[in-house]
């Protein structure tokens, strides 16, 4: 038995090791999505230019925009001249923001009267507006702070808040996660329905089953050459996570390693599944692709939060495991937490895994009556 | 030699809802025959085929295959038989070496046996230099004995060949046809479907299937003289009329 299973995973081994493409998933893709993901997609501005209306033109509004620029975060284009030119600079896609200061400004801000900063941003992108926004905002406390060197009032309500478990607000600390949980779900579950389908397309699957292997080391066989491989990305992944964007790993090293086979385990039962309901590998592609891949990236709460989603789309979310395996890296590597914490998660991806090895044996069993 | 009853087959049937694909089917076929299962396409001939090898299970009926019930003993049956499809069955990304050992492998042969199994497939069909070549590279042809010779890597009893010469040119068909004599000769048995009438006058005996019975049965001569025809196409299409 030992033998034949063997026999049969050196034979996988070779469809992988002489099918660019397959590599190409195998590898090229984690990489690309990890360096992708830390280098490119960032919420954090470096020199975003804007305009200034300055109304002041006094000593104090100078310091004002000097502060501003002083941060790194910011970058004066323009100097405008009325309210018209607001939006013109904003039409052409170079500013990304204007800040108008009032007249009076340095007698007001030392006389400690109201001041009404004007700041517009371009709402067409408004991900970024918001970031921006805040980056102003804690920008002017922080001049406030610096020139007027006076105690807080003392009936004010001062919120100080800390970000705990990510102070830096890194981005990293989103997207390792969320790439090791959408890699994972690529690899094992696309792939895997992508051979089980090669091998029904070029007529091999039916030869398997005349022999006397049996249906169920059949798909052993298949999987577990991808089984081994992804997790072997997974690893990858957490190093370069730790060693490239300083994620860190806070919780127990084999609970985490636990957590991803279990994962593993998930995507496959689920490509499995997948394969039980085509025919050709491009059906195949087709369904991990726009099945998966799409949902399990917008819908898992790695890009958008799934708490501000319409009701429905919640619960889709809710029924993708990589939302659960989010959750639980998150837990294990960033906020440490032991099995204790993630006993819900965990039991709702072992429940999906049998539900969908049931449904494929289902699928399977009527093939054969 | 010619006793031995290997498949034998007892009103089979075959049901999907209302549509009896195989209705109550009866035969049998003796050890060392070429026994050709025709039939137009949806006539029954794939189900009925699958029927016997242990891919599908019978609605009713009974029948054995190897000296085995086709209903409750059908993993026994695959130890004993070879299978080829008109797909070639073959892995395209592996060498010829690779193909052998792996069908070897997983029929459950030792080491020392496919090592004596490759040599003696890759002489008997010259095939010996392109041994470590990707089977991708062989011309359509030697791909077809190679996938049929891969088929029997185990010493099976009985050879199912399901089309075996689809889409392949005359040349090529009468090789292989030369391959399944040299099997039979050996005492295997070989049940063969096919398309093509000329080739049913090479088998021993021929059954025609019209829309899930069989409807006639015997040796190409007996059938044409029976059905007063010149040769099987005749005698096919006064069947399927």
Redesign the interface.
């Known amino acids: 038995m030992v033998k034949v299973f063997w026999a049969f995973v050196k034979k996988e081994f070779y469809h992988i090791l002489r099918d660019k493409r397959t590599l190409l998933i195998l590898f090229g893709m984690p990489l690309a999505q990890v360096l992708i993901f830390g280098y490119a997609v960032t919420n954090e501005f470096r020199d975003a230019e804007i305009d200034v209306l300055d109304y002041a033109k006094d000593e104090t509004s100078e310091q004002y925009i000097n502060h501003l620029q002083s941060s790194g975060n910011f970058r004066v284009r323009r100097i405008l001249a009325s309210q018209n030119e607001v939006e013109e600079g904003m039409k052409g896609g170079k500013t990304k923001l204007v800040v108008s200061i009032p007249e009076n400004f340095s007698e007001d801000f030392y006389a400690g009267n109201p001041i009404k900063i004007q700041v517009v941003t371009d709402g067409s992108d408004p991900n970024n507006a918001n970031t921006l926004v805040q980056y102003l905002t804690e920008m002017t406390q922080s001049f406030q702070r610096l020139k007027r060197n006076e105690v807080p009032n003392p009936y004010s309500i001062q919120v100080a808040s800390r970000m705990m478990y990510n102070p830096q607000l890194a981005s990293a600390y989103n997207f390792v996660p969320g790439t090791i949980a959408l890699i994972l779900l690529i690899i094992c579950a696309m792939l895997t329905s992508l051979t089980i389908a090669k091998e029904k397309e070029i007529g091999t699957m039916e030869i398997l089953l005349v022999s006397p292997l049996s249906p169920l080391l059949i798909i052993l066989g298949k999987v577990a050459p991808y089984a081994l491989l992804s997790f072997v990305n997974a690893v990858i992944v957490i190093l370069i996570g730790f060693f490239v964007f300083e994620v860190p790993v806070l919780g127990n090293t084999l609970l985490l390693l636990g957590m991803c086979f279990l994962y593993v385990l998930t995507a496959l039962s689920l490509g499995i599944f997948i394969s039980t309901t085509v025919k050709t590998q491009q059906e195949a592609m087709m369904k991990s692709l726009m099945g998966l891949m799409m949902p399990s990236m917008l819908l898992s709460g790695f890009i958008f939060p799934l708490a501000s989603m319409p009701v429905i789309l919640e619960y889709i979310g809710k029924i993708i495991p990589a939302t659960y395996f989010i959750r639980i890296l998150k837990g294990v590597m960033l906020r440490g937490v032991g099995l204790n914490f993630i006993l819900f998660e965990v039991g709702v991806l072992l429940v999906m895994t049998l539900g969908f090895l049931l449904l494929s044996w289902r699928n399977f069993k009527i093939r054969l009556e | 030699m010619r006793n031995d009853k290997v498949i034998q087959v007892e009103a089979l049937t075959k049901q999907f809802g209302d549509f009896k694909a195989v209705d109550h089917i009866s035969f049998h076929v003796e050890k060392g025959e070429i026994f050709g299962f025709l039939g137009a396409n949806g006539a029954g001939k794939t189900t009925a085929m699958r029927m016997l090898?242990?891919?599908?299970?019978p609605s009713s009926g009974k029948g054995t295959v190897a000296g085995f019930d086709v209903l409750k003993e059908s993993?026994r049956i695959?130890?004993r038989?070879g299978?080829?499809?008109?797909?070639?069955?073959?892995?395209?990304?592996?060498t010829v070496k690779?193909n052998i050992?792996?069908?070897g492998?997983?029929?459950?042969l030792s080491k020392n046996q496919i090592e004596i199994k490759t040599s003696q497939i890759l002489q008997e069909l010259n095939l010996s230099e392109v041994g470590s070549k990707l089977v991708r590279s062989l011309p359509l042809g030697w791909k077809q004995r190679l996938a049929f010779a891969v088929?029997m890597v185990h010493d099976p009893e009985i050879v199912?060949l399901d089309e075996p010469t689809g889409g392949v040119d005359p040349n090529v068909r009468r090789q292989f046809w030369e391959a399944i004599y040299q099997a039979a000769e050996l005492g295997r048995t070989i049940f063969v479907t096919t398309h093509y009438m000329d080739e049913a006058e090479y088998c021993d005996r021929v059954s025609i299937m019209v829309s899930g019975k069989i409807e006639a049965l015997d040796t190409p001569d007996n059938l044409k003289e029976t059905f007063k025809a010149e040769s099987m196409d005749e005698v096919f299409l006064k069947l399927a009329r």
């Open positions: 090898t242990g891919l599908s299970k993993e695959k130890e038989i299978y080829m499809s008109q797909k070639f069955s073959l892995y395209e990304d592996l690779e050992r792996f069908y492998g997983i029929y459950g088929s199912f």
